[in-house]
């Protein structure tokens, strides 16, 4: 897929989430974008809520071999490990994994000694032609690079 990878490392703060689904959402469309936005934010939310709020955190979007696109997002808690579970339908919030589940083509995560890799693999959306050099954009609290 034309313009992949994009990579980014910034600080895991709330602000970052809706800037990198306005980066996104400038360079995919059509329906599979929108579980692509979803993905990507429901991902970064669980290192919010679960390792901690400016947590120095990785996000790479990348193409795969059989024409889909792959989200990973790395942190530094090698020890906190994501669980799918049932939320309670009082309960506010507790669905992230079970929405990575239902939209992906398929989800894991990735244990390094100091670090892991929480990815999903989605159907590629549509790009949208691009108006300048595709450059990854600068995040609150962090970097972007292609």
């Known amino acids: 897929m034309n313009g992949l990878p994009l990579t980014w ?4 703060v709330p602000q970052a989430v809706p800037e990198v689904r306005q980066i ?11 579980d692509l ?14 390792v ?3 947590t120095p955190v990785s996000l790479r979007v990348s193409a795969t071999h059989a024409g889909r696109v792959r989200v990973a997002v ?25 929405l990575l589940d239902a939209l992906s083509l398929r989800w894991g995560v990735e244990q390094g000694p100091h670090r892991k890799t ?15 050099p595709d450059a990854a954009p600068a995040l609150s609290g962090g970097s972007g690079a292609c």
Not at 37 to 50: D, G, K, M, P, Y
Not at 118 to 132: H, Y
């Open 74 to 98: 790395s942190d530094p808690a090698a020890a906190v490990w994501p669980e799918l579970q049932e939320a309670a339908p009082e309960n506010t919030s507790g669905r992230g994994l079970q």
């Open 37 to 50: 936005l979803l993905c990507v934010s429901e991902l970064l939310a669980n290192v919010i809520t679960h």
């Open 24 to 34: 996104l959402r400038e360079r995919f469309e059509g329906e599979d974008a929108g």
């Open 118 to 132: 929480v990815w999903c693999e989605l159907r590629a959306p549509k790009r949208r032609p691009p108006r300048q």
């Open 9 to 12: 490392e910034f600080l895991a």
């Open 52 to 54: 901690g709020e400016r």
